[in-house]
T-cell receptor
Framework: NAGVTQTPKFQVLKTGQSMTLQCAQD?????MSWYRQDPGMGLRLIHY???????DQGEVPNGYNVSRSTTEDFPLRLLSAAPSQTSVYFC???????????????FGPGTRLTVL | AQKVTQAQTEISVVEKEDVTLDCVYE???????LFWYKQPPSGELVFLIR??????QNEISGRYSWNFQKSTSSFNFTITASQVVDSAVYFC???????????FGEGTQLTVNP
């Protein structure tokens, strides 16, 4: 198993550009989520999905879109990048929502995004 | 809304010392979940433990132990006989009843010196 993979690892954007952060898992996990990590602020939930075709907003969804057309993939789209979106982005997955799962929650290696 | 407070921003200890990382949570839910994660210097996030609000039993896993006390809304994490490899940022988190929406604390940077 490759676990949770994220691409790219690093990205620099100009203000106003759009891009998609990719996240994939090969563990047949139903639950997937996106977080951003900023210095001194811990991780904040952006969007999450409890299964293919089902997504919901987290704590900081503005400026981001998601879709879940397959169990394996959960891409995060930045519609019009802003400097405030400079952050490290983590994708995570588990069989069930973390609170209901007795199994491990797995995280991807992260994408470091800089918006100029 | 959930809130998680990790008042200790940084802790520095000498190897073999015991260290406790504090976590205080706030919630209006009667059913909720608590978590601890580790982020070593390499940057990846590692899930350590999950607890539900109905299980106040302390848990021990090797040198790690967790103390959950509903009376004080705390879920503290103790590392016994710390090692240099324990150096990392540790995050406490909580989730509401659905178990889907995690709220993280700001993290505690633990440095274990040889």
């Amino acid at each position: 198993n490759a676990g949770v993979t994220q691409t790219p690892k690093f990205q620099v954007l100009k203000t106003g550009q759009s891009m998609t952060l990719q996240c994939a898992q090969d563990m047949n996990h139903e639950y997937m989520s996106w977080y951003r990590q900023d210095p001194g602020m811990g991780l904040r939930l952006i969007h999450y999905s409890v299964g293919a075709g089902i997504t919901d907003q987290g704590e900081v969804p503005n400026g981001y879109n998601v879709s879940r057309s397959t169990t394996e993939d959960f891409p995060l789209r930045l519609l019009s990048a802003a400097p405030s979106q400079t952050s490290v982005y983590f994708c995570a997955s588990s069989y069930r929502p973390p609170g209901h799962s007795t199994d491990t929650q797995y995280f991807g290696p992260g994408t470091r995004l800089t918006v100029l | 809304a959930q809130k998680v407070t990790q008042a200790q921003t940084e802790i520095s200890v000498v190897e073999k010392e015991d260290v406790t990382l504090d976590c205080v949570y706030e919630t209006r839910d009667t059913t909720y979940y608590l978590f601890w994660y580790k982020q070593p210097p390499s940057g990846e996030l590692v899930f350590l433990i999950r607890r539900n609000s109905f299980d106040e039993q302390n848990e021990i896993s090797g040198r790690y132990s967790w103390n959950f006390q509903k009376s004080t809304s705390s879920f503290n994490f103790t590392i016994t006989a710390s090692q240099v490899v324990d150096s990392a940022v540790y995050f406490c988190a909580s989730s509401e009843t659905s178990g889907s929406r995690l709220t993280f604390g700001e993290g505690t940077q633990l440095t274990v010196n040889p």
